[in-house]
């Protein structure tokens, strides 16, 4: 059914995907986005999520760009990083990549008013905005042992944030994420609207503090509950984080949250979105104090 690539990431046939998946039926679809339909799939005894990357209007994802995005990806092992388990790419077929299945969905989802699932309390956000910290920390840092080069993830945004069964945070879909210094593209996307870094989107350059930026804006998400692009404003207020700099945005009421959590995650996207890219912290220093938070709460309920 699969056999190994050389970086140790499992190679599967597109029949075998099928076989998984009951023939791709719509039964077994959990998402689409941007790159292409997602299926849940059955392993054995995991269940897991295979994306189905739909080619570029009339433009064949080209397959060397493909297999260098894996090899970046599968060299990527960390808690807040959806694990890439293997992938499929048979000419003539269309390229499938195989990811661990986080059954809380995406905090896109559980965010909406709409959700099923009951509403996220404040400590439960502040946790996710740690583990979402620490999954990019893990990115960009370069990991010599792995052999892991410095990436940028490129599309950070709270439907690129999954949750597992215990509501922790893993980052998903590096789909367009690339090594700090390639020019690689496997779709050349640009992001994702009410995400995009305004200092890149202007002037080209992708740094760290353009991940750092779109981080804020899930923060924004986080404490508001509201949606980073909502069409249904007037065009100023569309895109959140240009709200939040004209005006104090009530956090979501569903969370409950204290003052000081209010304030914490307040300041911090306020500042990750920053139009200064100078201005912007370092994920270290967002770490740090969204931990001297949790630390906080553990002792409280001591
Ligand atoms: N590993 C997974 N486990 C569980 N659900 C998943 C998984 N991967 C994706 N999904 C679901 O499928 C949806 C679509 O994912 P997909 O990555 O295709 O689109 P997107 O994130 O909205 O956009 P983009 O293509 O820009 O990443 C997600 O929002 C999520 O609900
Ligand atoms: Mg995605």
Redesign the pocket.
Known sequence: MSTFAADGSAKYSYASLSGMTNSFSVQNKIGH?GSGVVFLGQIGRSQVAIKVIRAMQGVQVDDTEFRTELNVLSMCKHENIVPLLGSSSEPGKPLCLVYRYMPGGSLADRLLPSSFSPPLPAHARIDIAVGIALGLHYLHQPDTERRKPSIFHR?VKS??ILLDADGYAKI??A?IAREADSSVTMTGGMGTSGYIDPYYFDSGEFTTASDVFSCGVVLLELLTGLQAFDSTQRPLDRKLFKRARRTVIPADARAGFDETKEKLLRDLAMECTAEDIDERPSLEDCIARLLGEHRLRVSESA
Request: avoid cysteine; hydrophobic fraction near 30%; charged fraction near 30%.
């Open positions: 986005g599309d439907a690129n998903a879909d789909g």
